[in-house]
């Protein structure tokens, strides 16, 4: 007889690209006959577990793979507002032309993307409504990307006041909740490493039909009369390891209030905050981290 799966509320934290080790943790999540009912995630947690919720994880991994130093580049719509230097809408109408939109309430599963409202200086749960427009405004990284106004309120990057957000998910009724953050102790980075994983999934590869497609969509985007400079990284790196220092305190005052069964922790060092083009690798990390922390499916005893 086949064993009945263990359900899985997933906590997905925040911390730019190294939040692709998330997949990783989800296809070893699948592989291993965990089934996903619910869902939490601020900023790039957010993104990732929306982006599973919607169906569409497999084409976002074969998207995310393919891309490089220049193609994040030109995702990203130069603002150079006093607010933030990107405004995020090149990103998400790239994001909603490969995968669609869809309304949080007609997914599969519970989901709920984390924001912080910095005027009233509480976070905010969304779970209803677009489920893009819920990822556009969890990912409004401080500096980085303009804040989204939704309901009045200035929102901000989720992870600013909850990177690791347990409680939408402490109430329900599935046999785990499993957390994944991204601002684990900074772990030694050897050279010329040899890939954790080996990488056995086709959809990994490079597919050049899609990669020509979402950047003819980019492309076509009408460039503002504006000079384009390549931004100054170096202040926005340095307010990003502050940022991680106070996401890494505040993690652990959330587990503390709100512990879950299985933390899997990825090193804040793993790769730099906007580093997409390592996606594989971090894919891979996260696949590692999931097969080193929890139970396989013969570990299970069902």
């Known amino acids: 007889m086949d064993r009945k799966k263990t359900t899985v509320s997933l906590v997905l934290g925040s911390g730019g690209a190294r939040g692709l080790a998330h997949i990783g943790v989800i296809k070893w999540l699948i592989e291993n006959d965990y089934q996903i009912t619910s869902?939490?995630?601020?900023?790039?947690?957010?993104?990732?577990?929306?982006?599973?919720?919607?169906?569409?994880?497999?084409?976002?991994?074969?998207?995310?793979?393919?891309?490089?130093k220049i193609d994040i580049i030109s995702l990203m719509d130069i603002a150079w507002r006093s607010n933030g230097f990107v405004r995020g809408e090149k990103i998400m109408h790239t994001l909603v032309e490969l995968l669609g939109d869809q309304q949080i309430e007609d997914l599969p599963l519970s989901f709920t993307a984390v924001a912080s409202d910095i005027e009233n200086e509480k976070e905010v749960w969304i779970?209803?409504?677009?489920?893009?427009?819920?990822?556009?405004?969890?990912?409004?990284m401080p500096l980085f990307f303009t804040p989204v106004i939704r309901n009045g309120a200035m929102l901000i990057d989720g992870g600013v006041l909850n990177p690791i957000p347990i409680a939408p998910v402490f109430g329900d009724q599935t046999n785990?909740?499993?957390?994944?953050?991204?601002g684990g102790a900074r772990q030694k980075i050897l050279s010329n490493q040899p890939p954790v994983v080996p990488v056995t999934n086709p959809l990994l590869k490079r597919d050049t039909f899609i990669h020509e497609k979402i950047m003819n969509f980019i492309s076509s985007f009408k460039h503002e009369d504006l000079p384009i400079k390549e931004p100054e990284w170096g202040a926005l790196e340095v307010a990003n390891q502050a940022l991680d220092a106070m996401q890494s305190v505040i993690s652990r005052q959330k587990l503390a209030a709100y512990p879950a069964d299985y933390v899997i922790e990825?090193?804040?060092?793993?790769?730099?905050i906007l580093e997409f083009d390592r996606a594989l690798e971090m894919i891979e990390l996260g696949y590692k981290m999931a097969q080193q922390v929890l139970p396989s499916k013969s570990e299970q005893g069902m």
């Not at 209803?128 to 405004?137: D, K, P, T, V, Y």
């Not at 090193?267 to 730099?272: E, F, K, P, W």
């Open 176 to 182: 785990l909740t499993i957390a994944v953050g991204l």
């Open 266 to 272: 990825i090193a804040r060092n793993a790769c730099g």
């Open 39 to 68: 869902i939490s995630g601020s900023s790039i947690g957010a993104l990732i577990g929306g982006v599973y919720a919607s169906g569409n994880l497999d084409k976002y991994e074969k998207w995310v793979c393919g891309i490089d």
């Open 127 to 140: 779970n209803s409504g677009s489920l893009f427009e819920a990822i556009r405004a969890s990912i409004s």
